[in-house]
């Protein structure tokens, strides 16, 4: 089955505490990014990547880096969470876009809280 | 402030009413896309339109670019209880940008 997966699904940590959300995608796809879900606000990119070893910034990237080291996974760091950060994660994959529509496949996100 | 506004933010209906939902910006897209999200998963593409002027029939759910490629409408016709969920568009010119979502509740 054709899926975008993160792992942790929940996760409640403290100001400061380096964490790491995983993402993984069997698809083959070149193209990855991280959004965040924040309400009134809909979906903000954090970063992106074009393929391996090639990313870039989004729209918010404060206080988050991303590696890609494999095409299948798209790994999202914080290196010290803030209660600003506490939010709804979503990684997504495609087909590398270039400058074509194609459909973002999501993960099932993973709710962060930071105290 | 938002690329792209969604409205209205929340619609609650009665199963069988028609609905429709406007995403409007000031920018041009080369295409605008659709997704619908449930509690507790990621959002799932609905539909592309490309074409200014371009409607797309999904059974029930009619989507409209505008002719100038800078708004699109999406038109639900006799909503039923499983059309429940966050509505999102999301407009590409070199990235794709997203609405804040029009959160749809349709009560049996």
């Known amino acids: 089955e054709a899926q975008v997966t993160q792992n942790p699904r929940y996760l409640i940590t403290v100001t400061g505490k380096k964490l790491t959300v995983t993402c993984s995608q069997n698809m083959n796809h070149e193209y990855m990014s991280w959004y965040r879900q924040d309400p009134g606000l809909g979906l903000r990119q954090i970063y992106y990547?074009?393929?391996?070893?090639?990313?870039d910034k989004g729209d918010v990237p404060e206080g988050y880096k991303v590696s890609r080291k494999e095409k299948r996974n798209f790994p999202l760091i914080l290196e010290s969470p803030s209660p600003n950060q506490t939010s709804l994660y979503f990684c997504?994959?495609?087909?590398?876009?270039?400058?074509?529509?194609?459909?973002?496949?999501f993960g099932p996100g993973t709710r962060l809280t930071v105290t | 402030t938002q690329l792209l506004e969604q409205s209205p933010q929340f619609l609650s209906i009665q199963e069988g009413e028609n609905l429709t939902v406007y995403c409007n910006s000031s920018s041009v897209f080369s295409s605008l896309q659709w997704y619908r999200q449930e509690p507790g998963e990621g959002p799932v593409l609905l539909v592309t339109?490309?074409?200014?002027?371009e409607v797309k029939k999904l059974k029930r759910l009619t989507f409209q670019f505008g002719d100038a490629r800078k708004d699109s409408s999406l038109h639900i016709t006799a909503a039923q209880p499983g059309d429940t969920g966050l509505y999102l568009c999301?407009?590409?010119?070199?990235?794709?940008?997203f609405g804040a979502g029009t959160t749809v509740t349709v009560r049996a």
């Open positions: 999301a407009g590409e010119d070199y990235k794709l940008s």
């Open positions: 339109v490309v074409t200014g002027g």
């Open positions: 997504a994959s495609s087909e590398n876009r270039g400058y074509a529509s194609y459909e973002q496949y």
């Open positions: 990547s074009m393929n391996v070893e090639v990313t």
